[in-house]
């Protein structure tokens, strides 16, 4: 895509695509992944790191291949780990849930809020946690999460909010409701 715009995602900049193609490429401090497609605005670019970027399409329940044609949030959080803070790449699906949902007979409907999907019981009550369908429960609380930062993401966004600890304190406490 040789009009295409390179937006670099950051905590601040999120970025929503349709991905058309996924390649790798050689940057400056290593391998990277490269996603090319279209956001509302046209043609668009994002690299990043090739590890990185790979382990959170696998937590998103997606692959190179099956990335292509799907509608995906990129967004950056920042982590503190041994008492460093740096951002760490998230990527989430737009549209429709990348992991299976165990049905348990209960009444639900699927609704979406910004542009993150849940499923909501009728009786209006918080998103519940999907039930186990694989024994990684690792993943699967990972992908959870994921959902519920998006979920929070798009909330403080539709209210104006840029506090990334308040972002953060919305998407722990969604998540610790969402597992019960």
Same mark, same amino acid.
């Given at each position: 895509?040789? @009009?295409?715009?390179?937006? !670099?995602?950051?905590?601040?900049?999120?970025?929503?695509?349709?991905?058309?193609?996924?390649?790798?490429?050689?940057?400056? #401090?290593?391998?990277?992944?490269?996603?090319?497609?279209?956001?509302?605005?046209?043609?668009?670019?994002? #690299?990043?790191?090739?590890?990185?970027?790979?382990?959170?399409?696998?937590?998103?329940?997606? =692959?190179?291949?099956? %990335?292509?044609? +799907?509608?995906?949030?990129?967004? +950056?959080? @920042?982590? &503190?780990? @041994?008492? !460093? &803070?740096?951002?760490?790449?998230?990527?989430? %699906?737009?549209?429709?849930?990348?992991?299976? /949902?165990?049905? @348990?007979?209960?009444?639900?409907?699927? $609704?979406?809020?910004?542009?993150?999907?849940?499923?909501?019981?009728?009786?209006?009550?918080?998103?519940? *946690?999907?039930? /186990?369908?694989?024994? =990684? !429960?690792? *993943?699967? +609380? #990972? /992908?959870?999460?994921?959902?519920?930062?998006?979920? /929070?993401?798009?909330?403080? +966004?539709?209210?104006? $909010?840029? =506090?990334?600890?308040? $972002?953060?304190?919305? *998407?722990?406490?969604? #998540?610790?409701?969402?597992?019960?």
């Amino acid at each position: 895509m040789s @009009n295409a715009t390179i937006v !670099k995602v950051t905590v601040d900049t999120p970025c929503t695509m349709t991905v058309s193609s996924v390649s790798e490429a050689q940057g400056q #401090f290593g391998p990277q992944i490269r996603l090319e497609g279209t956001d509302g605005n046209g043609l668009v670019t994002v #690299f990043e790191k090739l590890e990185r970027a790979d382990e959170q399409l696998r937590r998103a329940g997606l =692959d190179r291949q099956s %990335v292509v044609g +799907k509608t995906i949030t990129l967004h +950056k959080e @920042n982590v &503190t780990s @041994n008492g !460093k &803070t740096f951002p760490a790449l998230r990527i989430s %699906v737009v549209g429709g849930s990348s992991a299976p /949902a165990k049905s @348990n007979g209960a009444a639900k409907q699927p $609704i979406s809020i910004g542009n993150a999907p849940w499923e909501q019981e009728e009786t209006g009550a918080p998103p519940k *946690a999907m039930a /186990a369908t694989t024994t =990684d !429960k690792l *993943a699967e +609380k #990972f /992908a959870l999460y994921d959902r519920c930062f998006t979920y /929070a993401y798009q909330c403080a +966004k539709g209210a104006g $909010i840029t =506090d990334q600890q308040a $972002i953060a304190s919305m *998407a722990a406490t969604i #998540f610790i409701q969402a597992s019960r």
